[in-house]
């Protein structure tokens, strides 16, 4: 079975196709740093199997926050809280991740400003942001150079950029939020462009040996925004600098959605053939068979369950000993799963 066949980029290797994907947990304290929560709530899924953990998305800088409890990686006071979980979670048996990120103008944290690439709120409810210049875009760009860096001194074995869901790298590439006259807006490769030297710049500290991930919203559900020609047209200009794609969708401004289970596996699907990469398909998955579905049929390389693993943390564990695979379950419990 597919699901619990291993799967390898670069010179990391998951031991299976399922993923925690990074949800964020509004656990940490004040000043962006881990709790002992994390510490438990990660390493509990690495010993329930999955072979990929995905911590939440990680501030690097203190108005990028998307909460006052958000994890942050803007200090390296912040490394040895996050190497903690690291190293528990690779000790249980998962690859682990971080996924660095900027909430631009979907902050909701304790700030003097916040910031987006124009000075245009994400609603009523939010404030106001300041557009950025050119000179604060190339300080937030060395500020994710500097969270990359300590993602790696903090023994993470990959790294995720959030540029998805309205947040601000998804601000620049969505034109219903980026009205920039400069050359970080208008057309596809300019609104790309922070982007791109975001990877530019964390690959300079970033080993070679260990993967870069990219969430993306493929689909703005809104006319004038982003659509999944875009999206594969957006990664297609980047796809050289990353090595797996994490696809989800929305967010960048408020809309209806109608979702059902798998509602986006589609985008991961058109986002893998049409631009020969792999990728990660989210959206309210929780049972095996479409997992298994999704996987065989080459639709998606793994699979992210959210909702159902914070259900229920030995999912997998469970999945193997229904379908009768052989793996090795954790010695502390497995006189449970004979």
């Known amino acids: 079975m597919k699901t619990f066949e291993s799967y390898k980029l670069k010179d990391i290797e998951f031991k299976n196709r399922i993923v925690l994907p990074p949800m964020c947990m509004y656990s940490a304290d004040e000043n962006g740093m881990a709790?002992?929560?994390?510490?438990?709530?990660?390493?509990?899924?690495?010993?329930?199997?999955?072979?990929?953990?995905?911590?939440?998305?990680?501030?690097i800088a203190p108005n990028g926050r998307i909460?006052?409890?958000?994890?942050?990686i803007w200090d390296d006071s912040h490394i040895e809280g996050l190497k903690t979980i690291a190293m528990s979670v690779k000790d249980n048996?998962?690859?682990?991740?971080?996924?660095?990120?900027?909430?631009?103008?979907?902050?909701?944290?304790?700030?003097?400003?916040?910031?987006?690439?124009?000075?245009i709120s994400f609603s009523e409810k939010y404030r106001q942001p300041k557009a950025l210049s050119k000179e604060e875009i190339k300080e937030i760009i060395k500020g994710f150079k500097d969270a990359a860096s300590r993602?790696?001194?903090?023994?993470?074995?990959?790294?995720?950029?959030?540029?998805?869901?309205?947040?601000?790298?998804?601000?620049f590439l969505s034109p219903l939020a980026n009205k920039r006259e400069d050359e970080y807006g208008g057309s596809t490769e300019n609104r790309v462009r922070f982007l791109n030297e975001i990877l530019d710049e964390i690959k300079k500290v970033w080993p070679s040996?260990?993967?870069?991930?990219?969430?993306?919203?493929?689909?703005?559900?809104?006319?004038?925004?982003?659509?999944?020609?875009?999206?594969?047209?957006?990664?297609?200009?980047?796809?050289?600098?990353?090595?797996?794609?994490h696809v989800s969708s929305g967010a960048v401004v408020n809309t209806r959605i109608k979702t059902y289970p798998g509602y986006q596996v589609k985008f991961a699907e058109e986002i893998k053939n049409?631009?020969?990469?792999?990728?990660?398909?989210?959206?309210?998955?929780?049972?095996?068979?479409?997992?298994?579905?999704?996987?065989?049929?080459?639709?998606?390389?793994?699979?992210?369950?959210?909702?159902?693993?914070?259900?229920n943390p030995y999912w997998t564990l469970q999945e193997a000993k229904k379908n009768g695979i052989e793996l090795e379950f954790p010695k502390q419990y497995e006189r449970s799963f004979k």
């Open 209 to 245: 040996s260990k993967p870069i991930g990219l969430r993306v919203s493929a689909s703005d559900y809104a006319e004038g925004g982003i659509d999944i020609d875009e999206m594969i047209k957006i990664v297609n200009l980047i796809k050289d600098k990353v090595d797996i794609i």
């Open 67 to 72: 909460s006052d409890n958000d994890l942050g």
């Open 93 to 119: 048996g998962s690859k682990v991740a971080i996924q660095l990120a900027h909430a631009g103008r979907k902050c909701e944290a304790k700030a003097d400003f916040i910031v987006a690439p124009s000075d």
């Open 151 to 171: 993602a790696d001194k903090a023994e993470f074995d990959m790294i995720e950029i959030h540029g998805a869901h309205g947040y601000l790298i998804n601000e």
């Open 35 to 59: 709790k002992m929560f994390h510490f438990v709530h990660y390493t509990e899924r690495a010993i329930g199997g999955a072979g990929l953990i995905i911590l939440e998305a990680t501030a």
């Open 274 to 311: 049409n631009c020969k990469i792999p990728t990660i398909a989210v959206g309210l998955i929780d049972k095996f068979d479409m997992v298994e579905e999704i996987l065989q049929n080459e639709r998606a390389d793994m699979v992210a369950l959210g909702r159902e693993l914070l259900r």
